[in-house]
């Protein structure tokens, strides 16, 4: 019986390029450890007629950031026919977009942040909203262009408005939310555990925090209460099924026990395309499930489709 051909995506043209290099060359190397034809494929603007020449059994879409995660290559796959891992053109896109997808959670019952979306260029001179508050791109990833205004900063962050933005003409202005970092994942339709991520050395959970060694602590399971621990978890599945993603996902919160036990929970955003390598947060989340790094994989194979 022949292996199944999988292609591993990586890459790409996002500001999240190296860290999908990471994660797709993790995921490679795994799934050929566990019996797969895997092909790396560092995706350009011929991505489609490669897949198209290449024809592989399925796609593991190790692409993180815009035209990885937004929709785009999830197009492609389907256009092409092709089996792929994660979320389906709609909850990608709608998953990117960080306002239009706290939208739809907060339909679904799911705690969310005042926030408005602001023209980069019509940046008020005077604050859009009482500080604390957090500026962040509407559709990026792994904490880039977040800008935190602190309480006593007397004006608006004027690195919005400059030449040096990067990140997209529209920017999400969001209540800032004092607290801990609690993030959990989704596989398929079992909720994963609880991990509290501490920054070390980091304000908060930066780029630096996430990839840099060192940067971070990941408690898994988080040191909270049980009644906490299960809401956070019916969140992040009610946030997944809302939202229409498939296979894996992470969603990230902050919870405010600072004057109580039950405290503030705040869901901001889900990831449809989490980090992949062996000690990022997902794949150390289902290790503590029982799967191993090349389980969890294969799972995620197995479970590839199109008209997802």
């Known amino acids: 019986m022949s292996r199944k051909h999988v292609a591993v995506l990586m890459g790409g043209f996002s500001s999240e390029r190296p860290v999908s290099l990471s994660s797709g060359a993790a995921c490679a190397d795994a799934l050929e450890a566990e019996g797969f034809r895997v092909t790396r494929i560092d995706v350009d603007r011929d991505v489609s007629a490669k897949l198209a020449a290449l024809r592989p059994d399925v796609v593991f879409n190790a692409l993180h950031g815009p035209y990885g995660e937004d929709g785009t290559i999830q197009g492609v796959l389907e256009y092409l026919e092709v089996p792929y891992t994660h979320s389906g053109v709609l909850a990608s896109a709608l998953a990117m977009d960080k306002e239009k997808a706290k939208g739809v959670a907060a339909a ?18 005077e604050h859009p909203m009482k500080p604390p508050y957090v500026v962040k791109p509407v559709r990026e990833g792994s904490s880039f262009g977040v800008v935190i205004v602190q309480e006593d900063q007397s004006h608006p962050p004027q690195i919005i408005s400059s030449p040096e933005w990067r990140y997209g003409e529209e920017v999400l202005v ?61 969140l992040a599945l009610r946030a997944h099924q809302a939202i229409g993603c498939r296979g894996v996902s992470r969603s990230d919160f902050r919870y405010d026990d600072r004057f109580s036990e039950d405290g503030e929970i705040i869901w901001l955003e889900i990831n449809t395309q989490p980090g992949m390598t062996p000690t990022s947060l997902v794949p150390e989340m289902a290790g503590h499930a029982g799967y191993s790094f090349g389980e969890f994989l294969r799972w995620m194979v197995e479970d590839a489709s199109c008209s997802r």
């Open 108 to 125: 679904a019952g799911v705690p969310v942040a005042q926030s408005e979306v602001i023209n980069r260029f019509a940046f008020p001179a």
């Open 174 to 234: 969001e209540r800032y939310v004092y607290g801990r970092e609690l993030t959990c994942g989704v596989m398929g339709d079992q909720v994963l555990g609880v991990t509290e991520v501490v920054p070390l050395g980091h304000g908060f959970y930066d780029y630096d925090a996430k990839y840099v060694a060192g940067g971070s602590k990941h408690v898994i399971p988080a040191e909270i209460s049980p009644n906490i621990y299960q809401k956070i978890q019916s």
